[in-house]
């Protein structure tokens, strides 16, 4: 059974970095493209960035150069670290498969 459970959101000002994290489990973690997607309110699940087996790493344009996906194989274990965070980054992000994702984690930019 696949589980992927996100961890790490919160309320930051803007110009605030926060670090989310995805335990994953279940499946062949170290051999599985990996995502970050989030959900705004009132708005549909948007791509932010993949990070194939051997570490490629892939981002959405409004977040490059701000954000950093990484992984650790041996842990199991996704991160997104997010930093220069805007109030348009406001969302629920998400660890996905592509094809399975976690419950999300709510971030809030505010002041």
């Known amino acids: 059974q696949v589980m992927l459970v996100e961890s790490g959101g919160g309320v930051v000002q803007p110009g605030g970095s926060l670090r989310l994290s995805c335990a994953a489990s279940?499946?062949?973690?170290?051999?599985?493209?990996m995502r970050w997607a989030r959900q705004a309110p009132g708005k549909g699940f948007e791509w932010i960035s993949d990070?194939?087996?051997?570490?490629?790493?892939y981002y959405e344009d409004s977040v490059r150069g701000r954000f950093t996906i990484s992984r650790d194989n041996a842990k199991n274990s996704l991160y997104l670290q997010m930093n220069s965070l805007k109030f348009e980054d406001t969302a629920v992000y998400y660890c996905?498969?592509?094809?399975?994702r976690g419950q999300g984690t709510q971030v809030t930019v505010s002041s």
């Open positions: 996905s498969t592509g094809i399975q």
């Open positions: 279940g499946f062949t973690f170290s051999t599985t493209v």
């Open positions: 990070i194939t087996p051997d570490g490629n790493a």
